[in-house]
């Protein structure tokens, strides 16, 4: 069989990840309200609160979905993980307590950790110098699933607030039909690993990866990278009414700009970036980009100015998948999806840390009692965050291979 369905369904698995979450996005603020007769303040509380666990699911069953991959296959995991995310649509279209929506994000968060199998066999499929182009692909299938996500839940929403669930969950149902007739297996005796708890706990599976040379400062540039881009999706809306006064359709054409800069970017320009400069000057590049954007984005006056620089600012998310293209060479073929589930254990991380931290920066220099005024500076700390990803990874050039 060709690899070309195979790789279609991955890339549709994660593009339905991401529309997964901007789906419900338009419906959670009524949907909350609707089952537990709170106000619109109680309701965007545990909204956090039901987006902290979804994050905090991420970041425990990623390693666990991993290893159970590099152990029985990539191909059972990624089908039994949508089949249960099906239910868990269904479990969230008829949830009538806020326990219910609980029980669902908790599930939701567990079937969704499937990107740290997705990113594996990627890996299994791809030659050395075509993976870092291959998991910009994914990104870019994220950045589509970002985009398309809001647009078809608000459409969906029309029809009620379980609409979009439903929705979801036809989806994703349609998708484990095509992967049970389009993906082959990919793990072989050769690659194939034992399983074991301990090998699937977050943290140690971290330990373990961080052993092999230059690993350990490398994911903690993933994480800080993480971390740094948590700024967008936590303070974006609050930025841009305090800066501009944007409105939400405005703030609504800003972030599909954004997904789709993403989309074209990790989709189009990873592959001749690499060709050009190499993965190492691609990643020290992105990084620098990055820093400049975020640090623009923070002080620049006008809003047509910041609409302007998204395109731009999204040119540095070439460094990420040449990092973890990097890590990928690293890693040994019977680890790769454990590597790449703490990858996104660390992704996980940053979501659950990230907006406290974002959104308390925001309200810190927005406040009446702040030092000074500066709405931008949860993007001067981001700036910050991911400088400090540039100088360890630049600490460790020297010691890394082309």
């Known amino acids: 069989m060709t690899l070309r369905l195979p790789i279609l369904f991955i890339l549709i698995t994660v593009t339905l990840d991401a529309m997964g979450i901007g789906l419900i996005m338009p419906v959670m603020p009524d949907l909350i309200q609707e089952v537990s007769g709170s106000t619109i303040a109680s309701a965007a509380i545990w909204g956090g609160v039901l987006s902290t666990v ?120 349609a998708n484990v039909l095509f992967g049970l007739f389009v993906l082959r297996e990919t793990v072989t005796e050769a690659t194939r690993r034992p399983f074991t ?41 609050y930025f841009t009414v305090a800066r501009f006064g944007w409105s939400p359709g405005m703030i609504g054409v800003s972030l599909a700009v954004y997904g789709i800069s993403m989309a074209v970017v990790q989709g189009a320009l990873i592959r001749p970036a690499i060709r050009l400069l190499g993965e190492t000057k691609t990643i020290a590049l992105g990084l620098g980009i990055e820093v400049i954007a975020l640090l623009l984005v923070a002080f620049v006056p006008d809003g047509r100015l910041v609409m302007a620089l998204i395109p731009i600012s999204a ?41 406290l931290l974002m959104t308390q920066a925001f309200a810190l220099f927005t406040s009446d009692s702040a030092p000074f005024h500066l709405p931008g500076a949860p993007f001067v700390l981001s700036a910050a965050l991911m400088f400090l990803g540039l100088v360890v990874f630049t600490t460790q050039r020297s010691r ?3």
């Open 54 to 173: 979804f994050a905090a699911m991420q970041f425990l069953f990623s390693p666990l979905l991993g290893r159970l991959s590099d152990a029985f296959g990539r191909r059972p995991v990624l089908l039994v993980s949508l089949s249960i995310m099906v239910a868990d649509y269904i479990v969230m279209a008829l949830a009538g307590t806020l326990g219910w929506l609980m029980f669902g994000r908790i599930l939701g968060g567990i079937t969704a950790a499937t990107h740290s199998t997705a990113y594996a066999y990627m890996a299994d499929i791809s030659d050395k110098r075509d993976k870092a182009a291959n998991f910009g692909l994914i990104g870019a299938a994220f950045g589509l699933g970002f985009v398309l996500g809001p647009v078809l839940g608000g459409l969906l929403a029309e029809y009620g607030t379980r609409a979009p669930f439903y929705g979801a969950a036809a989806l994703a149902a």
């Open 197 to 237: 708890l301990s090998g699937a706990n977050p943290f140690s599976a971290l330990r373990a990866i961080a052993k092999m040379g230059p690993a350990k400062p490398l994911l903690w540039v993933v994480f800080l990278n993480h971390l740094a881009n948590v700024v967008y999706p936590s303070v974006w809306a």
């Open 315 to 355: 040119i540095g998310a070439i460094g990420l998948p040449a990092l973890q293209g990097l890590l990928s060479h690293i890693a040994r073929d019977d680890a790769q999806g454990e590597l790449q589930g703490v990858i996104a254990s660390l992704a996980s991380v940053s979501m659950i840390v990230g907006p």
């Open 400 to 402: 890394l291979a082309e």
